[in-house]
């Protein structure tokens, strides 16, 4: 899926039948919040990003539009 961090956001919550308020409850925030993170007028945390991710189950990288196969450095 292609987009904005917003746009898959709003993808993944739709495609398994859930409110703004039903994601907010989930992820112990507000209706108002997810709606200003799938319409770009707030930036996600760190910690916002983990609780979707983890909560939709799929990788921070999807989420933030990270190519598949990105090569790391290693430390």
Do not use: H, W
């Amino acid at each position: 899926m292609k987009g904005s961090f917003g746009d898959k956001v709003r993808g993944l919550r739709e495609d398994r039948n859930l409110s703004q308020t039903e994601l907010g409850k989930a992820l112990n925030t507000t209706q108002r919040k997810v709606s200003y993170i799938e319409c770009g007028k707030y930036e996600p945390s760190i910690e916002d990003i983990v609780s979707i991710a983890t909560f939709f189950d799929v990788s921070a990288d999807y989420l933030l539009g990270i190519p598949k196969g990105k090569q790391y450095p290693e430390r």
